[in-house]
C-alpha cells in the first residue's frame, strides 16, 4: 500500500527565505504527484502536477521536483511571503490505483514578516 | 469560470436524518471523488466514478451512497448520519488523470 510522509510537519520561516518542502512515498510505480495549498478551513489549490515521465516542473517562484526511484519529491518557494503561509499537501496517484490520490499529511507553513 | 462546487458549506444535523452534498463541476470531467478531512487522519477517500454510471468505493466507504446520473454532477448521501462522520468534505475532479480541481469544502457535523 502506497505510503506517503511529508517532513516536516511544521516550519516557520522568515520573509524572504526560500523554503524547502519534503515528500516521500514508498511505491514508485506513480502516475503522477500533485502539490496542493489548503488555507485554514479552506479547499485545496491545485499548485504543480508532475507526471511520472517529468523530472521536475515550474511556475512563477514555485519548483517541484521527482525523483521515482528514490521516491521523493521536493517542493521548493523561492523569496517566502507573508502570503504563502498555508499548508502545503503532496499527493501521489499509483498504476494500480489510477484516479485516487494518496496523501501526505501536510506542512504547516508560517512565514513571518 | 472552471470549478466545482459543493452545497452546502456548513451543515449541523441530527443522527439519524438523511442528507445529501452537493458537488457539480463545469468542467466536463469524467472522473469525480469524494474525500473526507479530519485532524490527524488527513485526507481520505471515500467513493469516486470513472464516468456516468460507474461508481466505486475508496478507503472508508462505510455510511455513505454515491450517485452518478450525470456527467456533472455527484451527490454524496449519508442515509443514517453518525456523529463519527463529523468532518470537512471535498469533492474533486479531474479529466484523465490530470491536475485535481477540489470544492471549497462542506463542514458536515452531526449531533
Known amino acids: 500500500k502506497q505510503e506517503v510522509t511529508q517532513i516536516p510537519a511544521a516550519l516557520s520561516v522568515p520573509e524572504g527565505e526560500n523554503l524547502v518542502l519534503n515528500c516521500s512515498f514508498t511505491?514508485?510505480?506513480?502516475?503522477?504527484l500533485q502539490w496542493f495549498r489548503q488555507d485554514p478551513g479552506k479547499g485545496l489549490t491545485s499548485l504543480l502536477l508532475?507526471?511520472?515521465?517529468?523530472r521536475e516542473q515550474t511556475s512563477g517562484r514555485l519548483n517541484a521536483s521527482l525523483d521515482k526511484s528514490s521516491g521523493r519529491s521536493t517542493l521548493y518557494i523561492a523569496a517566502s511571503q507573508p502570503g504563502d503561509s498555508a499548508t502545503y499537501l503532496c499527493?501521489?496517484?499509483?498504476?494500480?490505483?489510477?484516479?485516487?490520490?494518496?496523501f501526505g499529511a501536510g506542512t504547516q507553513v508560517v512565514v513571518t514578516p | 469560470e472552471a470549478q466545482v462546487t459543493q452545497n452546502p458549506r456548513y451543515l449541523i444535523t441530527v443522527t439519524g436524518k438523511k442528507l445529501t452534498v452537493t458537488c457539480s463541476q463545469n468542467m466536463n470531467h469524467e472522473y469525480m471523488s469524494w474525500y473526507r478531512q479530519d485532524p490527524g487522519l488527513g485526507l481520505r477517500q471515500i467513493y469516486y466514478s470513472m464516468n456516468v454510471e460507474v461508481t466505486d468505493k475508496g478507503d472508508v466507504p462505510e455510511g455513505y451512497k454515491v450517485s452518478r446520473k450525470e456527467k456533472r454532477n455527484f451527490p454524496l448521501i449519508l442515509e443514517s448520519p453518525s456523529p463519527n462522520q463529523t468532518s470537512l468534505y471535498f469533492c474533486?475532479?479531474?479529466?484523465?488523470?490530470?491536475?485535481?480541481?477540489f470544492g471549497s469544502g462542506t463542514r458536515l457535523t452531526v449531533v
Open positions: 474533486a475532479s479531474s479529466l484523465g488523470g490530470s491536475a485535481y480541481t
Open positions: 511505491d514508485s510505480a506513480i502516475y503522477n
Open positions: 508532475i507526471q511520472s515521465s517529468q
Open positions: 499527493a501521489v496517484m499509483t498504476t494500480d490505483s489510477w484516479g485516487k490520490l494518496q
